[in-house]
């Protein structure tokens, strides 16, 4: 007869079980999306149907742990041999804002290159960054338009990007741009780029 003693260790195995698969499960997704894999991809080098694929990164079923382990070792793989760097993928037509621009000339050169955020400048050094979301928050809490626009960046500016350097495996990058909006890249001490997340969406 069972007992509910009997069954307690297997219960706490099982759910032991889960949570290390749930744990694994989120690396699939999370490295998938590093790599800028689709799910399609990831089943034709893996070997592992897209639609178990799909089903597991949704947790609407349990895989055999075998599939779970061809999967990371798979992603693993293609990890080890992404040998990108920052230098390789970063915007280098890079020019940045001057510190006493305004914001109205700052704006205009956001929307001109097309980028989201750029780095402030004092001569050759970074001193700050301003993004289309602090221009939005000036904006919203200025009198006007023209009484925000008429403001000098090194006003209103946010604190400098991170630095890294040119040979920054791009697997780093990843785990910065979770916190941050970009990166600065830099080689013998020059600025030639930046790293955005739209900069990563790109990659394949």
Known sequence: MLTIVNLF??????????????FEIDDIVRLRKQLGLTQTELAKLS??????????EAKKVEPAYSKVKILIETLQKQERSDKRTAKNICSKTLKGLDKKETLKEAAKKIREKNISQLPVFDKNNII???????????????GSPNEAFAKKVIDVMDPS??????????ELLYQMLEFFEAVVVTEKAKVIGIVTRSDLFKLK
């Open 128 to 142: 700050g960054s301003l993004s289309e979301k602090t221009i939005l928050r000036v904006l919203s809490e200025s």
């Open 161 to 170: 990007f991170p630095t890294v350097d040119a040979n920054t495996p791009v």
């Open 9 to 22: 260790p297997k219960d706490i195995s099982f759910l032991v079980y889960l949570l290390e698969l749930m």
């Open 47 to 56: 070997g592992v149907s897209q639609s178990l694929i799909t089903k597991m």
